[in-house]
């Protein structure tokens, strides 16, 4: 495929070399070449089989409106744009592309959530329940946004109206783990998943954008992942 890939960063660099390995062309646009979407018109767009974006939450709406209207496919990893996701999605719908997008494009990730899902059948059998969270010293915010869709995931599973709590821990260079731990008077389960780097996430947004290839509609992964 020809991609465009928005964004060098931590995640986007990662997601170019997967690319390469996977034989892909890959063209990386910065914020720099990119103000005020200078990159995404029609014009310049023509030849991109789909456009990957990994940027930020100020520019991924302006990013997302230019690619869609050029009709270009797109997978997007970058967060914080959600509240507007029904006008994303009714976008997306009017000009006919294919759209796929995830807080969390790594498969264990998705399969982890699988399982905890599942195991919140025991907050309906007298366990309790705790989340914990571990990242790097450098982390900006906590808890993670994967402990909160976690806590999500678990109360929509139907394990009772009660959050189930999330304490996070900050240290060294930890990637990112998330354990959920369910206790009862008799026994104890523990679900962990350990990210033993990002390479998860870029390998993941990867596979969507060619999972895509002569679709169109608006997918979350969450939803697909299982056919990739
Ligand atoms: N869905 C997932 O699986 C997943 C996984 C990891 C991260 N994320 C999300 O992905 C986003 C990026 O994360 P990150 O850790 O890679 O961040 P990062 O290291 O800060 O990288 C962001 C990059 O975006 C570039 N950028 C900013 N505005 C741009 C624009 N208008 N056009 C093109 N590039 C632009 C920045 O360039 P400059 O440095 O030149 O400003 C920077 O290189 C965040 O929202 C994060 O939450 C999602």
Known sequence: M????????????????VAHERKHRVRIVGSKE?????ELTSEKLRDIDAVIDFTAPYCILANIEACVRAGKNMVVGTTGWYPEIERIHELVEKHKTGFIYAANFSIGVNLFFDAARAAAAALRRGYSGQIFERHHV?????PSGTAIALQNAIRQAGGGPENVEITSFREGEVVGMHELVLESGND???L?????????FAEGALRAAEWLV?????????????EL
């Not at 990119?34 to 200078?38: L, R």
């Not at 450098?138 to 906590?142: F, S, T």
């Not at 998943?193 to 998860?200: T, Y």
């Open 138 to 142: 450098h982390k900006k915010d906590a």
């Open 188 to 190: 104890r389960i523990y």
């Open 34 to 38: 990119n103000t005020a979407c200078a």
């Open 2 to 17: 020809n991609l465009l890939l928005l964004g060098r960063g931590k995640t986007g660099s990662l997601v170019a070399e």
């Open 192 to 200: 962990c998943h350990d990210a033993k780097s990002r390479r998860g």
């Open 214 to 226: 002569g679709k169109k509609g608006f997918y979350n992964f969450k939803d697909v992942w299982r």
